[in-house]
């Protein structure tokens, strides 16, 4: 959510990037929000003079029963009353003013950074950089479901019955192998400084609404039925509300955090051939980095964050990509955003494997994240998440990259200790 203040002083450029999203039906809700703010801080003046009124006439009122003139009090009582309810009215169209305002608010895209390219969706998005030799082998790689099946790593048929489609039991070494990559992300992530934290894996729809869009959250939560929790969809979500309604001081900043939790999401939408197996599913294990920082300093985490990740992959002799979201792909509250894509040898092309963005201060203003300065003055923090690692996605990856001839299965070096001393799996 952009600053109001902002929105109020410069509703041109406020348009221009409604424009660039390409969300032109959104351009008319800018002109709505200067009304409403207009009425609402007319409606402000107005009980602010009504209360500066009353004070004076309570004072009166005092002076009057001071010297003995109690008639005169007692009308001057009735006057304060019918300024009370006047003031009451007054109040409850405030707050009433405010919520639609909010609630526009919520709906009109973050300002995004002037770096991002201005396209329509993901297939307008662009390639940064390559990392790693792609390579296509000189035999045929079978599909990912086929490689766990041939190592009894996984069902999907036996899932199916238990929860319905879009689930899997994984066993065996593939189920190791997951919860290696998985330990292994979790101690590259510390060994970069990074806290270790397992957060809660249900959150409350303040915390929903403060870190995410209307449109995404209908898209990805599961809800409770009958109690305000949601099951989260990413550990950034659960990460960042911990921080909700905070003042933190300057000098403790910026905070970092890498994060281990399942996620949950209802994945709507048709799926096509290449999400079949564990591409795109409704229940998965994920390591996640967020960092709460300066303003000024958002930028520059911003390139460590998906460094990490790039890093991550190519340690484990994965050829990687990252790729810049353009405007029509960024979500309404990202200021920037990076994918992260893994090479596949099967497909002969990139797919992703982790997102960084960075919300600038949308999240915070939403969830009142603050900061105060040496001198007491307070801002609202800027917030940035990445995907360290999906182990799902990222174990088509490792099976595909690593798969030999004769349908053994290489173990790098940095993952061997998580997997007993493995090499190789037969």
Not at 35 to 56: F, G, P, S, V
Not at 92 to 106: A, P, S
Not at 354 to 363: F, K, P, T, V, W
Request: hydrophobic share 35%; proline share 4%; charged share 30%.
């Amino acid at each position: 959510m952009i600053d109001i203040k902002f929105l109020r002083e410069n509703p041109d450029a406020v348009k221009e990037n409604i424009r660039k999203k390409f969300q032109d039906e959104k351009i008319e809700l800018v002109d709505e929000v200067i009304k409403l703010d207009e009425e609402r801080r007319a409606t402000q003046q107005e009980a602010d003079d009504l209360k500066a009124l009353r004070n004076k006439i309570s004072k009166e009122i005092g002076t009057l029963m001071q010297q003995g003139r109690k008639e005169e009090a007692e009308e001057k009582k009735k006057e304060v009353a019918l300024d009370a309810e006047k003031l009451a009215a007054l109040d409850e169209k405030q707050k009433e003013l405010e919520e639609k305002t909010t609630k526009i608010m919520m709906v009109i895209p973050n300002i995004i950074d002037p770096t991002v390219p201005i396209g329509k969706d993901d297939s307008e998005n662009v390639e940064i950089k390559r990392y790693g030799d792609p390579v296509v082998p000189d035999f045929e790689i079978p599909y990912h479901t086929e490689i766990m099946e041939k190592f009894n790593g996984i069902d999907i048929d036996a899932a199916g019955k238990v929860a319905g489609n879009g689930f899997y039991y994984l066993m065996g070494d593939i189920a190791r192998l997951h919860s290696a990559v998985i330990a292994y992300a979790r101690d590259f992530m510390i060994d970069r400084g990074f806290t270790y934290c397992v957060p809660p894996f249900m959150i409350r729809s303040n915390v929903v609404t403060g870190v995410m869009s209307f449109a995404e959250m209908d898209a990805m939560m599961y809800k409770i039925e009958g109690e305000d929790l949601y099951l989260i969809g990413t550990s950034e979500h659960s990460m960042i509300g911990k921080f909700i309604d905070t003042i933190t001081p300057e000098e403790q900043l910026p905070l970092t955090l890498t994060s281990y939790s399942p996620c949950f999401r209802k994945e709507k939408g048709a799926h096509g051939i290449e999400e079949r197996g564990v591409y795109r599913i409704h229940q998965f294990e994920k390591q996640e980095m967020i960092v709460v920082c300066k303003p000024e300093e958002s930028k520059e985490w911003f390139d460590k964050l998906w460094q990490n990740t790039v890093d991550l992959f190519r340690s484990m002799d994965i050829p990687v990509r990252t790729i810049e979201c353009c405007s029509g792909d960024l979500a309404d509250l990202k200021v920037k955003s990076y994918d992260v894509e893994a090479w596949s040898p099967r497909q002969k092309k990139y797919f992703e494997v982790g997102s960084c963005s960075n919300l600038g201060d949308a999240q915070a203003r939403r969830l009142k994240i603050r900061v105060k300065d040496k001198d007491g003055n307070k801002y609202f923090a800027h917030t940035l998440n990445n995907t360290v690692v999906a182990p799902p996605r990222m174990l088509i990856a490792f099976l595909e990259n690593h798969l030999q001839a004769d349908g053994s299965v290489t173990i790098p070096e940095v993952l061997r200790p998580y997997m007993g001393g493995k090499s190789v799996l037969e």
